[in-house]
């Protein structure tokens, strides 16, 4: 428990050498451009749907990043869940305590920095509560039992993402020409819910909240508030995501862009932090069943030869863990060979 940054930080005046990253890969500034190509997509009712269709792909196709508003998901709920996910981190000690556990094959999960921290030579900038949300009825009582309506709004908040993400994922598989029903339970049997909390730290520009990395999954939706602290690696720099408080910032998973044959994106990103107020984040990652073959869909291959070999998405994942947000040589190893 001593480990997590929102507990010791609070009366720390210098960042400690061990969050010191090296010099390639410190943020410096963390006044980074705002991106302004990453499209804002209005699924209101109303909207034309190839139109919609369009955009989305082609944001997929080039940043593998979007961000959506009028996406059904209620501003209430919303700013309920932030409360509550803030309300968590801001409880005593002894009652976080009761959820931390450094054992990464707990299902539900309070935790600093990434799961392997006894081996990091540089830890992250974060807090990251962890567990999964779907089918909710099997998960739920694994969940926190403090704040006392976390299980209740965490609850209605991961059945309206869920719902959410499946239609964003129909669209991408009308716009990839995918048989109707490819996105259904093996490919998005799981989910689980990740919440970052990165506080004010002394020297943002030394430390990063989570380094480059590219999500594992099928398909993310993420809740950034009104805090900024996400941006994403294009053409070889660094770029803000704007900050909207109700708006989702959707991201293509690695399991995506295998199953596209490499058409969409699923673009490095990082998290870094700011030294004026806390940041708090709501993560969805939408993933395929733990022994859900995954490969490049059959229409997608156009000369006959897929780009990635086939796998199981358990393997997937343990091979992630194990190269560390080396992106190039993770999906290197999935190339097929020519
Ligand atoms: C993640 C992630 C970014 C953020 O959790 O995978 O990229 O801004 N989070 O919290
Ligand atoms: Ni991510």
């Known amino acids: 428990m001593e480990t997590l940054v929102s507990t010791w930080s609070r009366t720390a005046q210098i960042l400690p050498e061990n969050y010191v990253f090296p010099i390639g890969e410190r943020p410096g500034s963390v ?47 919303i700013d309920d869940t932030m409360k509550v996910v803030k309300d968590f981190y801001d409880m005593p000690d002894e009652e976080k305590a009761k959820v ?56 209605k908040y991961s059945l309206e993402v869920r719902k959410l993400s499946l239609i ?14 490819y996105f259904g339970e093996e490919l998005t049997g799981s989910q689980s819910l990740s919440v970052n909390h990165y506080p004010p730290c002394p020297d943002p520009s030394l430390t990063l909240g989570l380094p480059k990395h590219a999500d594992p999954n099928v398909i993310t939706v993420l809740l950034q508030g009104s805090v900024s602290g996400l941006q994403v690696f294009k053409n070889g720099q660094w770029l803000g995501v704007e900050p909207l408080p109700h708006a989702f910032v959707v991201n293509i998973g690695h399991q995506l862009q295998i199953i596209s044959n490499g058409k969409l994106r699923s673009a490095e990103h990082r998290a870094v932090t700011n030294s004026r107020e806390a ?60």
């Open 168 to 181: 964003i994922l129909e669209l991408i598989r009308e716009g990839l020409g995918l048989k109707p029903g």
């Open 31 to 77: 006044e980074v451009p705002i991106c302004q190509n990453i499209p804002l997509i209005d699924l209101a009712e109303g909207q034309s749907q190839s139109q919609t269709i369009d955009t989305i792909l082609a944001a997929c196709e080039e940043f593998g990043f979007f961000q959506v508003i009028n996406h059904g998901v209620s501003e209430d709920l």
């Open 100 to 155: 931390y556990s450094i054992d990464p094959s707990k299902s539900c999960q309070l935790y600093t920095s990434s799961y392997t921290y006894a081996d990091e030579k540089v830890h992250f900038w974060r807090d990251n509560l962890r567990h999964p949300c779907h089918p909710l009825d099997e998960c739920i009582h694994l969940w926190p039992k403090k704040p006392t309506n976390y299980r209740n709004v965490v609850g």
């Open 279 to 338: 940041r708090t984040t709501i993560v969805s990652f939408i993933n395929p069943s733990p022994d859900t073959i995954v490969e490049p869909a059959k229409s997608m291959i156009s000369d006959g030869v897929p780009l990635y070999r086939s796998f199981k998405f358990k393997d997937f994942l343990n091979f992630y863990e194990e190269k560390k947000g080396d992106t190039k040589a993770l999906m290197e190893a999935y190339k097929i060979k020519t």
